[in-house]
């Protein structure tokens, strides 16, 4: 079965430093894995997908992550925090490949961002 | 263009009665889910739609919870004789394709918000 773990519950950095939110999963099949954000009172935007293809994944806002099969870890990264990165941010797996349609989410990683 | 819509955007039930859930898709998605949101709980997978048909059901808590969708489009999501264990954000999410494929990432809905008292 898949499954998804967040390492961190809640993350804080200080405005300008960089960010490394932490993502592990279990996978019997070829992962596809997402990172999703969640600002307070707004619904969830997909950050970026890995899908096999290259496995630096970039994604929107300065965001990117690396799929590590061997260390089966998927961290978020960003090099410089902004005060709107205060949000949820969700690690997630489709199950079974994607051959379901069923996500699979982590419990959530809250980033506070220090002025 | 037009996202996920989700009707209503908050709902409070007394105890022991129906609600229904709408959820009207990005045009053009064929496939669509429906997520619940608790406190406490993490995002928790409810039943998906390809088309018309939802392949598994088995993320629906109890036989008090249906789905359909009509018309390869707009979902409605139905709790009976809800409880308070039913209060939650309840999200629904389309994609163009199933999760895993090139275009399979799921665009969200602004969720229901379900009070039960």
């Known amino acids: 079965a898949q499954s998804v773990t967040q390492l961190d519950s809640h993350v804080s950095v200080s405005e300008g430093t960089p960010v490394l939110l932490r993502c592990n999963y279990s996978s019997s099949y070829s992962p596809s894995l997402f990172w999703y954000v969640q600002h307070p009172n707004k619904g969830l935007q997909l950050l970026l997908k890995?899908?096999?293809?290259?496995?630096l994944v970039k994604g929107i806002n300065g965001f990117e992550a690396e799929f590590k099969k061997s260390e089966t870890s998927f961290h978020l990264t960003k090099p410089s925090a902004h005060m709107s990165d205060a949000a949820e941010y969700f690690c997630v797996v489709s199950d079974k490949g994607g051959n379901t349609g069923k996500l699979i989410f982590g419990q959530g990683t809250t980033l506070q961002v220090k002025p | 263009g037009a996202g996920v819509s989700q009707s209503p955007s908050n709902k409070v039930t007394e105890k022991g009665k129906d609600v229904e859930l709408r959820c009207d898709p990005i045009?053009?998605?064929?496939?669509l889910y429906w997520y619940r949101q608790s406190l406490g709980q993490g995002l928790e997978f409810l039943i998906y739609?390809?088309?018309?048909?939802?392949?598994?059901k088995s993320g629906l808590p109890s036989d008090r919870f249906s789905a359909e969708r009509t018309g390869g489009s707009v979902s409605t999501l139905t709790i009976q004789r809800t409880q308070q264990e039913d209060s939650a954000v309840y999200l629904c999410?389309?994609?163009?394709?199933?999760?895993?494929?090139?275009?399979?990432?799921?665009?969200f809905g602004p969720g229901t918000r379900l009070t039960v008292t």
């Open positions: 739609f390809q088309g018309n048909s939802a392949p598994d």
């Open positions: 999410a389309s994609s163009l394709e199933l999760a895993g494929a090139l275009n399979g990432e799921q665009y």
């Open positions: 045009s053009g998605h064929t496939a």
């Open positions: 890995y899908t096999s293809a290259a496995t």
